[in-house]
DNA sequence: CATGAATGAGCGTTCATTCAT
DNA sequence: CATGAATGAACGCTCATTCAT
């Protein structure tokens, strides 16, 4: 009754997307069942179809609410003037929290995406790919600039990035008291320096 | 009828690890049904329950078969007596090959042994907790020793030697062309010294 | 207020019992849905409980708008006073047109009308049990007055009459190019003289 | 145990078919559930799967088993030697007996086909096709032999007695005393003579 | 008069598992 | 050692129907 009363469907749509991918994130796509999405939504198994065509298409929703706000931040982070070590932790930072802010879905985006038929796959590759290739573009830039090694293969380095945030993201979702702030600073300082003195 | 009898058993038990690890890894544990593993193995579905008690207990044997030798190679190279640099690259080699040596095993182990009950879960869960410990001594080590900074966490390493490694896998498993050696030598690089100047 | 709203409701409801028609000619009453009816119709799924009170009562109403005038038009014929050859082509005529003119509601009588529980029939049955009486009659009239050969048993006769004209109707229903009056002659003339020279 | 043993299968898939086919009938295709068949074979319902694919391929089964041997019958009689008339009393003998011998089935091939996919029609459209295309060919015969008027039309004449037969068939399987023989006796005397005198 | 959201039962189908042979 | 037949529970999904608005 408010002024742009955008939608009690959306509202309820928005609570089914978050319930499955709780569920897909902790059982798997498969090991996922209708009935238990409805029960953590409240409502009828059958009712569940008013807001899902299939299951199928409940899992490409909660793949695209899981990654699709996580691309635009690092678009961002890319067109930004900043020099190369402040966006990649501001990369690390952005990927990390995901973790937490958008209710496992990104988890549910990395683990169970490959279970999505080619054709339903295909709106998340291209969001995947400009994820990586953004990512790389840093690494080209930071390359042309001198800050980083010009034997780095900027591909690699990029892949690597994605790979450990993944990597402990799995931790982040699993463990709720995890200090962020100390893991990404951690993780950013590996990626620069290494291990070694 | 001893030994080769015994033997012969134990041939077949081993293609029907490595007949759930395939279906396992490319489709999930869940998503695998004992049809498709019994056809794989070119048996009938019922004949698998003389191999496995159940599909759970599938699951564990292939996961057992995934982390195994990996720990016990592991042990080895923890127990030399080469320098850090050398410990880490043949940790890395150890579990990147184990990819393709085991039969997409140890990306089961990653990837659905949290499907098993904890029961069940305990005798990996130390297994792997053996593996990244042994780990976590070769950083310590090296860190007593000077040649990895003092200021570095042997758990985060150790958890993200791992992560690498992993995230790696996944792309090893699905592309059979990749380069081992040189994707060794580029995470090892990375890991000692980072992607600055 | 009166007369036109009460039409207005009247013209929605018949082209509701339309919309069941064509539904339960191509789907038959089981396969077809409420939802496709709906769609047809163009309004919402719920809102079809506002012209029938249930899916059986659709069928009932498609059934009674399928044979009623169809009687009727049985009724006139056998009244008039014409000669048996000209009733029997009247008769066939009336019965081949109803497959065209009213919307496949007849091809809905024939076929689906027995998923209807007995009480919702028993209309049903007086209507049809009309027919075929006014149909015997002639005949009965026709064997008196010396037309239609003495060993003829009416009720075959007019049950049979029915069945081709039925099974005829099938092919009508589905092919609209086929010529009616053509198709009248000749059910006629075999009805009267058969295939034998 | 005994000679040939046939098979197990052999027998119970065809009880299953049987099973099928009475519920097809009864209820249609859309109307009758796995559950029902199930039941009346005196098996789980999921068990149902083990002799059919799906329900649509029990449907295509049973329509075989209704038509097949119907068609080989109606072969042999357009093949050997004998007049017209008593090829069109067989054929009208073996028609109408098939709704009796054959369980139902016939009727459901010819209701419940339509609700086949196009491809797995195919088949059995071939089959209905060679059926009508013998009632021409012995048509056509009997015009050129001059016992048929050469006015018919072989087409007509074809579809029409198997439309006839079929829908006294739906009396035959619905009650179970109507005698036979006077029956085809009464179709064979329309079909040659008419009703005129 | 009509909608949109929801229901609960039932559907066809697949599943892991059992067991006599 | 392995099969083939069967089970019963669960699955994803569709259905006819209801009712507050």
């Known amino acids: 009754m408010n002024a742009p009363s955008r939608s009690r469907y959306d509202e309820q749509k928005a609570e089914a997307v978050k319930a499955a991918a709780a569920e897909f994130a902790s059982k ?9 999405i409805a029960a953590r939504l409240g409502v009828q198994q059958g ?5 899902f065509r299939s299951k199928e298409d409940a899992l490409l929703e909660v793949c695209l609410y899981g990654i699709r706000d996580y691309v635009q931040r690092m678009e961002r982070i890319a067109a930004d003037g900043q020099p190369f070590e402040a966006k990649l932790f501001a990369t690390v930072t952005s990927h990390l929290s995901s973790y937490r802010s958008t209710n ?24 995947g790919s400009a994820y990586r290739e953004h990512l790389e573009g840093i690494f080209d830039q930071a390359i042309a600039d ?10 690699f380095a990029a892949q690597t990035v994605i790979g ?12 709720p008291d995890l200090d962020l702030f100390d893991l990404t600073r951690k993780c950013t300082d590996l990626l620069l320096h290494g291990f070694a003195r």
Not at 47 to 51: D, E, G
């Open 47 to 51: 009712s569940l179809y008013y807001y």
């Open 146 to 155: 001198g800050v980083v090694r010009a034997d780095v293969d900027s591909h």
């Open 164 to 175: 450990i945030c993944n990597a402990w993201g799995d931790h982040i979702v699993r463990e």
């Open 104 to 127: 496992e879905a990104l988890k549910v985006y990395n683990d169970e995406r490959l279970y999505l038929p080619p054709e339903k796959r295909r709106n998340l590759k291209e969001l």
């Open 28 to 36: 798997g796509y498969h090991g996922a069942s209708t009935k238990d």
